[in-house]
Nanobody
Framework: QVQLVESGGGLVQAGGSLKLTCAASGNIFRGNTMGWYRQAPGKQRELVARITFGGSTNYGDSVSGRFTISRDNAKNTVYLQMNSLKPDDTAVYYC?????????WGQGTQVTVSS
């Protein structure tokens, strides 16, 4: 059974920082490209950052230069360091494989950025 548990969200003022953590169990992590996704109220879920098993990264235009994705393969964990946060970054953040496993979405972690 695959389980993804996100944590680290919270309320932060614009310009602040947060670091999200995703702990993965099961087979979803090993060898796979992993991603951080987010879903804001009334909007579709979007992919914001991805990282291959070897550590190559790619970012969405809206977060490039502000967010950094990383992973610890020994711990089956993916991180998202978020700096210079903006109110538009407010959303529930999820991790999953790329392409995502439809049965593996976790509860996500809420990030709220106040202006």
């Amino acid at each position: 059974q695959v389980q993804l548990v996100e944590s680290g969200g919270g309320l932060v003022q614009a310009g602040g920082s947060l670091k999200l953590t995703c702990a993965a169990s099961g087979n979803i992590f090993r060898g796979n490209t992993m991603g951080w996704y987010r879903q804001a109220p009334g909007k579709q879920r979007e992919l914001v950052a991805r990282i291959t098993f070897g550590g190559s990264t790619n970012y969405g235009d809206s977060v490039s230069g502000r967010f950094t994705i990383s992973r610890d393969n020994a711990k089956n964990t993916v991180y998202l360091q978020m700096n210079s946060l903006k109110p538009d970054d407010t959303a529930v953040y999820y991790c999953n494989a790329i392409p995502p496993s439809s049965t593996s979405w976790g509860q996500g972690t809420q990030v709220t950025v106040s202006s």
